[in-house]
């Protein structure tokens, strides 16, 4: 494991925007910066344009050897970064939230260049550039109450700026309040009274939002940044083929253990993560017992061809809210995807015939997904596993899905050995970083 890996991150991006001659501050409790820690690093880079941010970024990650896992752009100024790094069988994920001026909406909340006018206004701690406390408490007070996320370590940390810099936080919060709703703030931030900020957090936040203005040129760079984000989305599909028993559905649920837990930082890449099936496969049971597809009646020439349509007019409807999915920057799972039908037809009870699987086949590389896997183990480990294949059926499948890897260089076949899903997971997860590196870096190159 590598230790102490996001300050030595910190440190690293730090030393290297003062080289470029810009300034770069960290913005927020200092104690959070810490391995165990679920929190994403936000920071101030005072960036002219954001292509010059993000070239910055690109020779960074060149420089140190860190993979760029992925760039969410929701602010007209404000990027949310995500970075990579390989340490032997361990990948550790590091996120930041990167601006310039605070904006929440198109509203500038926070002027960072008029607030920090000089050297003096930041302090370091441990070679880490900090913002002072007066604009420590404005920045975490604005962000916390327009995302709505006071809780009590937040309430803890603007305590302990707010006892330091008492005279001048009142001034900024008289700026936004009247005189009776500021001492009610300041009464339950000293009170650590978390239930306060959720139960008036509407009414804070209209306040704030109330004297800070859209401007105009706002509203046309918003339409740019949709534009862009519509064009080249930061999600990512993932499709999982293989027999049954093979241990799709292990590490499919796996992968989701690990990203609704956030190990190693592996939920900070995507914004969500769902999981999807062939809503076809689903077979009712009256006594809920496993039914075996393959024993079933296969359908027709005809029929098998209707429901190539039908599978074919579904798939395309379903694309549209994929990628409307990835565009917001989630993590899309699937259990088996079209190309599945090709291979093991009698499943789906389709005929086993050369010009309908021809088809199946043709359709199943239009709809493949951006990373295939194909999961495969020992025949005998997966004959104990699976209720529905004799050896026979088993060994035919097996070679068909350890062929079909040369119809796309986007098939991988993970092996899946018994007592070795760690190892498999890992190589899962470096192949989603790889990915995902070569994506962003033509995300860049385009957004120059």
Same mark, same amino acid.
């Given at each position: 494991?590598?230790?102490? /890996?996001? #300050?030595?991150?910190? =440190?690293?991006?730090?030393?290297?925007?003062?080289?470029?001659?810009?300034?770069?501050? /960290?913005?927020?409790? %200092? @104690? !959070?910066?810490?391995?165990?820690?679920?929190?994403?690093?936000?920071?101030?880079?005072?960036?002219?344009?954001?292509?010059?941010?993000?070239?910055?970024?690109?020779? %960074?990650?060149?420089?140190?050897?860190?993979?760029?896992?992925?760039?969410?752009?929701?602010?007209?100024?404000?990027?949310?970064?995500?970075?990579?790094?390989?340490?032997?069988?361990?990948?550790?994920?590091?996120?930041?939230?990167?601006?310039?001026?605070?904006?929440?909406?198109?509203?500038?909340?926070?002027?960072?260049?008029?607030?920090?006018?000089?050297?003096?206004?930041?302090? *370091?701690?441990? &070679?880490?550039?900090?913002?002072?406390?007066?604009?420590?408490?404005?920045?975490?007070?604005? &962000?916390?109450?327009?995302?709505?996320?006071?809780?009590?370590?937040?309430?803890?940390?603007?305590?302990?700026?707010?006892?330091?810099?008492?005279?001048?936080?009142?001034?900024?919060?008289?700026?936004?309040?009247?005189?009776?709703?500021?001492?009610?703030?300041?009464?339950?931030?000293?009170?650590?009274?978390?239930?306060?900020?959720?139960? =008036? #957090?509407?009414?804070?936040?209209?306040?704030?939002? *109330?004297?800070?203005?859209?401007?105009?040129?706002?509203?046309?760079?918003?339409?740019?940044?949709?534009?862009?984000?519509?064009?080249?989305?930061?999600? +990512?599909?993932? $499709?999982? +083929? $293989?027999?049954?028993?093979?241990?799709?559905?292990?590490?499919?649920?796996?992968?989701?253990?690990?990203?609704?837990?956030?190990?190693?930082?592996?939920?900070?890449?995507?914004? !969500?993560?769902?999981?999807?099936?062939? #809503? @076809?496969?689903?077979?009712?049971?009256? !006594?809920?017992?496993?039914?075996?597809?393959?024993?079933? &009646?296969?359908?027709?020439?005809?029929?098998?061809?209707?429901?190539?349509?039908?599978?074919?007019?579904?798939?395309?409807?379903?694309?549209?809210?994929?990628?409307? +999915?990835?565009?917001? *920057?989630?993590?899309?799972?699937?259990?088996?995807?079209?190309?599945?039908?090709?291979?093991?037809?009698?499943?789906?009870?389709?005929?086993?015939?050369?010009?309908? +699987?021809?088809?199946?086949? @043709?359709?199943? =590389?239009?709809?493949?997904?951006?990373?295939?896997?194909?999961?495969?183990?020992?025949?005998?480990?997966?004959?104990?596993?699976?209720?529905?294949?004799?050896?026979?059926?088993?060994?035919?499948?097996?070679?068909? /899905?350890?062929?079909?890897?040369?119809?796309?260089?986007?098939?991988?076949?993970?092996?899946?050995? =018994?007592?070795?899903?760690?190892?498999?997971?890992?190589?899962?997860?470096?192949?989603?970083?790889?990915?995902?590196?070569?994506?962003?870096?033509?995300?860049?190159?385009?957004?120059?």
């Amino acid at each position: 494991m590598n230790k102490d /890996y996001k #300050s030595k991150f910190l =440190k690293k991006l730090i030393k290297y925007v003062s080289k470029k001659k810009l300034r770069c501050f /960290y913005l927020g409790n %200092f @104690f !959070n910066i810490n391995d165990k820690s679920n929190s994403d690093i936000d920071l101030y880079i005072n960036f002219r344009t954001n292509s010059e941010l993000l070239l910055i970024i690109i020779n %960074f990650s060149k420089i140190f050897g860190y993979k760029i896992c992925n760039i969410i752009q929701y602010e007209i100024n404000s990027f949310y970064i995500i970075f990579s790094l390989r340490n032997r069988s361990v990948i550790n994920f590091i996120s930041i939230d990167v601006c310039n001026n605070y904006f929440f909406k198109n509203r500038l909340l926070l002027d960072f260049k008029k607030e920090i006018k000089s050297e003096n206004d930041k302090y *370091s701690n441990n &070679k880490i550039n900090q913002i002072s406390n007066l604009l420590s408490f404005k920045y975490y007070f604005l &962000k916390k109450i327009m995302k709505n996320d006071i809780n009590e370590t937040s309430l803890k940390f603007l305590k302990k700026i707010y006892l330091s810099e008492n005279k001048k936080i009142d001034l900024f919060l008289l700026s936004i309040y009247n005189f009776k709703e500021k001492n009610n703030i300041v009464k339950n931030i000293k009170k650590l009274n978390y239930f306060f900020f959720k139960k =008036k #957090s509407f009414l804070l936040k209209k306040k704030i939002i *109330s004297t800070h203005k859209i401007g105009f040129f706002n509203y046309i760079k918003q339409i740019k940044l949709i534009v862009f984000r519509s064009l080249n989305p930061t999600g +990512l599909d993932i $499709g999982l +083929l $293989g027999v049954d028993g093979s241990g799709k559905t292990t590490i499919l649920k796996k992968i989701s253990y690990d990203f609704t837990h956030n190990k190693d930082g592996f939920g900070f890449i995507f914004r !969500n993560l769902k999981t999807f099936h062939l #809503s @076809f496969l689903k077979l009712k049971s009256a !006594n809920k017992k496993t039914r075996n597809p393959h024993k079933k &009646k296969e359908y027709n020439i005809l029929l098998s061809l209707i429901k190539l349509i039908y599978l074919t007019i579904k798939e395309l409807i379903e694309i549209f809210y994929y990628r409307f +999915l990835k565009i917001k *920057s989630h993590i899309l799972l699937f259990d088996r995807i079209f190309m599945d039908i090709s291979i093991d037809p009698k499943r789906y009870r389709i005929k086993d015939n050369r010009f309908v +699987l021809f088809l199946f086949r @043709f359709f199943g =590389k239009l709809f493949l997904k951006e990373i295939n896997f194909i999961i495969m183990d020992n025949k005998d480990t997966i004959y104990k596993r699976s209720k529905e294949l004799n050896k026979a059926v088993l060994k035919k499948l097996l070679a068909k /899905y350890n062929s079909i890897q040369f119809i796309d260089k986007s098939l991988f076949i993970i092996l899946n050995k =018994k007592n070795l899903l760690q190892k498999t997971l890992f190589e899962i997860k470096l192949h989603i970083v790889n990915h995902q590196h070569k994506k962003m870096l033509k995300y860049i190159v385009k957004y120059i």
